[in-house]
């Protein structure tokens, strides 16, 4: 009973990080388009072991590196927890 509660809240939270990736990307656009910002892009992940990924900038390089070892370690918490 415990993993389908734990995997009950690993989906509200996946659902609730996917909404809120696009509600970004929208806002991002918006600023965009009036010329306020510069947008951004860039995406990755990993096969096995091996990383890939595309990066307009190397600050988005960093972002993605800073949410990779954000999400491993969030990953090894609710590993142990299980």
């Known amino acids: ?8 809240t690993l989906l509200m939270i996946g659902i609730v990080l996917l909404f809120l990736g696009v509600i970004l990307i929208i806002i991002s ?3 965009a388009s009036q010329g306020k910002s510069k947008a951004e892009v860039g995406f990755g992940g990993f096969i096995g072991p091996i990383p890939f990924g ?4 190397s600050r ?3 972002v993605w590196i800073l949410f990779t070892i954000i999400f491993v370690i969030i990953w090894f918490i609710l590993l142990r927890k299980l």
């Open 1 to 8: 009973m415990k993993s389908n509660k734990m995997s009950g």
């Open 29 to 31: 656009s918006l600023l």
């Open 54 to 57: 595309y990066f307009t900038s």
């Open 60 to 62: 988005m390089f960093w």
